[in-house]
């Protein structure tokens, strides 16, 4: 079965803070659960970009100096170069590597992630979020699938499991873990778990996505995929 790039995220891992996994660690691509590196903040143009700055500013120790670098670095990337996508999507590796290498190299533990979906959920998440006019744009999952970037095209990329991922209109997306469904799901549909928080491959995930897109079953009312997590790179700082 052939799988394309959706897309990598530079994601700052932090335990969950509810429910039966709290104080545990789970490497999904989700900013409900973990912090992405790039988000709206990290744009010089977003509508109240400013709003929690000061947070992330303390979070990932950035200077002004540095907040302002980086909304110039993402602007050229976004608009001139077309190597990310809105809003926390990166098109290839060697970008991501040069954003945390420029910006966040004094962070430790930072994942790079590679989420891959099948031909037929990735023309599924095409159809779903293709603008409809000319005020939108194309979020970035999608801009990436569009490019038909094979999964066998890419080398040192380890497969650590399968997320369900319920996407909004604005490109951001939900995890499973945002209902605390890690129990239900596995005993449910006969799922397995491994020590990333994510689900090992088995053979009946129609069943199981058709079960998060189902709104009686009280999940986020958007649209749910499946998606295969590879990790690309851990980049652990090397204190004297």
Not at 90 to 113: E, G, M, P, Q, V
Not at 116 to 141: C, H, M, R, V, W
Request: charged residues 25%; negative net charge; contains cysteine.
């Amino acid at each position: 079965m052939d799988y394309y790039l959706g897309g990598y995220f530079l994601i700052k891992i932090r335990p969950i803070s509810f429910g039966s996994l709290e104080n545990h660690s789970v490497f999904t691509c989700s900013s409900c659960i973990n912090d992405t590196l790039l988000d709206d903040w990290s744009y010089s143009w977003t509508t109240d970009n400013n709003k929690g700055i000061s947070t992330i500013k303390k979070d990932f120790e950035l200077s002004d100096e540095a907040i302002e670098s980086i909304r110039e670095w993402t602007d050229v990337k976004y608009d001139d170069e077309n190597l990310i996508g809105w809003g926390d999507v990166f098109f290839d590796a060697d970008t991501a590597k040069n954003y945390y290498t420029t910006y966040f190299s004094h962070l430790n533990d930072i994942k790079l992630f590679a989420l891959y979906f099948d031909a037929k959920e990735a023309q599924e998440i095409i159809n779903e979020f293709s603008p409809t006019d000319s005020s939108q744009g194309l979020i970035g999952i999608a801009d990436s699938l569009k490019r038909k970037i094979n999964e066998n095209s890419k080398v040192g990329e380890n497969t650590i499991g399968y997320d369900l991922i319920g996407i909004e209109l604005g490109g951001n997306f939900h995890t499973f873990h945002c209902h605390d469904l890690f129990s239900e799901l596995a005993v449910k549909f006969g799922l397995s778990s491994n020590a990333s928080g994510l689900f090992n491959n088995t053979t009946n995930w129609d069943t199981v996505v058709e079960y998060m897109n189902d709104e009686d079953n009280g999940f986020e009312p958007v649209p749910w995929f499946l998606a295969k997590v590879k990790l690309v790179h851990s980049f652990e700082v090397v204190r004297p």
